[in-house]
C-alpha cells in the first residue's frame, strides 16, 4: 500500500467534512413566492396590452406535452417595431427614447385667452395664454372696449365691441327703424319721427305730438299780439291788455234816456 496516497486521500475527506458541517441547512424555510409569468402571459401583453399575474407554475408534467404556450417565434414578431417620433419625448419604451412633441400649430399664447391653457410649443410643458380681447373697462368706452383688428370678423375694429351692462335706453326713447344693443339684447325703436310740427295760436289747448323733434318746429307768432290790442282786464297768454274805449267829449247828459254807450275810460256802459 502506498502510505503516502492514502495520507492524501484522508486529508481530502477531513476538508470535504469540514466545509459540509458549516454549510447550513438546505430546507427552504417558507414556499417560494409567485414571481413569474407564463408565455401565453408575455403573448398576451404583447398583442392586447392585457395584465396578467403572477404565479407558481409547475415544472413537473402530469401528462404528455402539448402545444399549449406560444412560440419563442411567435413571441418576438409580436414585439413592434418602435419608432422614436411616436413616443413622447422625455419617455422610453424597449429602450427608445421618444421624441414626439406636440409641434404643429401655429397658435401662440398671445393668441389664447389669459388664464387658459395649451400646448403651443414643441415640448410637453403646457403654455399660458395673454390674450385680453376687450372689456379694459366696466363703463363702456368706445375706444378701450374695441374688440382689436385680428379679432373682429370684418378685419377693421370698427364693429365688434365688449359691451356691458349699462346701458338702459329702451324702445319708446329711441326713433323708429334703429336699434341699439343694452345688456346683450337687441332693442329697435319706437319713436315716431314727427319732424317739424308748426302750432298756430287758437282759443282752444292744442297738443304736441309725442315722437322726434327735428328741431325745426314753431308756434306761429303775429304782429298785432300786443297789450294795446287786447281788451283792458283781459289776459291772454300772460298778456295783460291796456285797450279802453277812451277819447270821446260825451256825457251821459248827451245820450237820450234809456240809450247806452261808453263814455269812460273803461269797459263799464254808461245810460242817457
Known sequence: MNYKNLGIIVVVSLAVSYTLVYAGS??????????????????????????????????????????????????YDAIPTIVPDQVKLGSSYLGIAGSLTPDGGTATVGSLFTGQTAHLTDDWTL??????????????????????????????????????????????????????????????????????QILTPSSSTQGITAGYHDGMGYCAGDADFVVENIKSGVNIFDQDGTLTPDGGTAAVGSLFTGQTAHLTDDWTLDTG
Not at 55 to 60: K, M, P, T
Not at 66 to 73: A, H, K
Not at 157 to 175: E, I, K, Q
Open 127 to 196: 403654455d399660458t395664454g395673454i390674450l385680453t380681447v376687450a372689456c379694459a373697462t366696466s363703463t363702456f368706452d368706445g375706444t378701450q372696449n374695441l374688440v382689436g383688428n385680428a379679432y373682429d370678423g370684418d378685419g377693421d375694429g370698427t364693429n365688434r365691441w365688449c359691451m356691458t351692462d349699462s346701458g338702459d335706453v329702451t324702445a319708446p326713447y329711441m326713433l323708429s327703424g334703429l336699434t341699439a344693443w343694452v345688456d346683450g339684447v337687441a332693442v329697435a325703436g319706437s319713436m315716431s319721427n314727427v319732424g317739424a
Open 26 to 75: 438546505l430546507t427552504p424555510t417558507a414556499a417560494p413566492t409567485a414571481t413569474s409569468y407564463t408565455l401565453t402571459d408575455i403573448y398576451a401583453r404583447l398583442t392586447t396590452n392585457a395584465s396578467a399575474t403572477a404565479g407558481d407554475h409547475a415544472l413537473n408534467a402530469t401528462t404528455s406535452p402539448v402545444s399549449t404556450f406560444p412560440t419563442l417565434t411567435e413571441i
